[in-house]
């Protein structure tokens, strides 16, 4: 896609606002910070990310044959290790309507059908967006349609991210989850399709691959301390 100079500005910061946005959001989700959720608990290794531009992906896993967009303009990946069983962590995983007991920025969150969690399952939560000097603060509104789920193993899911300023067309989400000696290590790629984000090259490309990859290190980090709680 050929941007012209005039063009170019405009559109970097058009799709850093999405970015900075949806590193909160659909990466999914801002989670507490680093000090909140106790990251380095139990000595357990802590996120590897690893990005790609638009060809490639970080890591070719699936779910019933499904993954996240390699032709995206932008995915990443991350890993953790959890001091879990696979199924106490797959459990605290799906059960998305107590999300916002322990992701901070999760506004509201419901389930849009009911029963169990399954690859016909629907979910929509908000989660705020700070004032920057791209845009006003927003509100993102994300309607997530699980795509496949395999019970205690895996779950694709994808959706829009839509607030007043901000519009993302398609987040698609993988989460893997394999069981070791120690308990669990769960890995987690994401892809964005939007047009701006086509605009992207080089450093600019590079920085909201960086705020995607953040934004799934956070999440993994508040997965492993909710999972490692003793409650759990």
Known sequence: MHVSSQQRRPARKAALTIAAAVSLAITLSGCSSGADSEPGARGSK???ASATGSAGQAQDSRCGGRSTDPEAAVTRSSDIDIDAPVEEVWDVHTDVEKW????????????LDSGTFSSTSRF???TPVPESDFAPADTLTITSSVQHVEPGRCVIWEGPAKGKAITIDRGTHLWVFTPTDKGTRVH???????P???ALQGTDRDAVADMLGGGLD?????LKAEAEAPAN
């Open 46 to 48: 802590a996120p590897t």
């Open 100 to 111: 916002k007991e322990w992701q901070d920025a999760v506004l509201t969150i419901e389930r």
């Open 124 to 126: 929509r939560w908000t």
């Open 188 to 194: 987690t790629q994401e892809s964005w399709d939007a």
């Open 196 to 198: 701006l984000l086509d």
């Open 218 to 222: 956070v999440w993994l980090q508040a």
